[in-house]
């Protein structure tokens, strides 16, 4: 094996490290940007390769900058706060109806705004809903985890993940719903069965409000709301005519965006300081990393793996991919394993039953653990925010319960 190999695999390794654990508190972004940027100083990936390797992340740059746009301007706008409180006015006073409703509301937010937008923003929002109604947050703010994961397969939108996973190779919007449709709703229908168990003593044991101060909702807020069903059907239809999703979702972000703000005279600044801007270096810099390991040849070998995996048995080498991928996630985080596994994906043609059970490990894998995926981080950022702990002990054994029955029942669904 050569040297030069080793010391790539060991730099990306630590870097991947850093990410996920975040030594000395530094934001991700640095560790994968001074992972790439150590492959490059040190002679390990020509300057030209690292930028062929950030260039292939365009596609997901435009389609994170435009979500997180009209996100933060439907978190600034009151959007998420009035959904949440809509909900706890709908309870009518039951815990476990307010727990379907905050799924529900989860469900539609990571549809149609992908599943960090439900871990960003629609996390605070339910947090204040539940305090004012007298709740305990905590299992309603379970909810806004889980189906961040569980929802985020529904619609190629639904998570910036699958642009990496498929890349210029997205299926069009009626294939995409021929293989996911049902895979999605298993997902989603065993995640709340599972999670709605867990939580059954917690709900049981409290009482809330019937009604909470509900906010209202101006003419941004509304707007805003428009915009988003708006995005929603110009992605549909974009993703319909087979056409890549980055460059129509930063369109469509900006345009809201600057609609809502110069109909209501308001300044940009709020919003654009608002956006999580640190997730697109630590994306480029992944997809750096990415990239050597193709120089490295370990993207070869994976493929030569799951080809010889495919030509015994197609069924056997999509559970054993879906299953070994959704575990990958939680050791080096889902946005690293969707790059080298779309990258191995894209290196073969291979059946669509095998590159689905990728997807779904991919996206639903995570929920097993606070590490797996970037939108669970940020779920436990917000929740910092708010003074609220949640261990990577306790999260893991709730995730060891909800997660096997849904990750099963939408691989099944899918290599049927």
Known sequence: MPSDAIWAWSIIVAATAGVIIRPFRLPEAIWAVLGAAALVL?????????????????DVYLFLIGMMLIAELARLEGLFDYLAAFAVEHARGSPQRLFLLIYLVGT???VLLSNDATAIVLTPAVYAATRAAGAKPLPYLF????????ASFVLPISNPANLVVFGARMPQLSEWLRLFALPSLASIVLTYVVLRLTQHRALKEETIARSVPHPTLGRGGKLTAVGIVAIGLVLVTASALDKQLG???FICGVVTAAIVLLINRQSPLPVLRGVSW???PLVGGLFVMVEALIKTGVIGQ?????QQAVRQSVPQAAWSVGIATAIADNVANNLPVGLVAGSVAASDHLPPSVVSAILIG?????????????ATILWLVALRREK???GAWPFLRLGMLVTPPALIAALAAAIR
């Open 388 to 390: 609220i702990e949640v």
């Open 108 to 110: 539609l937010v990571t």
């Open 362 to 374: 991919v996206d639903l894998g995570p929920n097993l653990s606070v590490t797996g995926s970037l």
């Open 302 to 306: 994976l493929s030569a793996l799951l």
């Open 247 to 249: 460059l129509p979702t």
């Open 143 to 150: 909810v806004c985890a889980f189906i961040a994961n569980a």
């Open 42 to 58: 040190f002679g390990l990936l020509p300057w030209q390769d690292a930028l062929t390797g950030i260039a292939k992340g365009v």
């Open 278 to 280: 640190s997730v697109l």
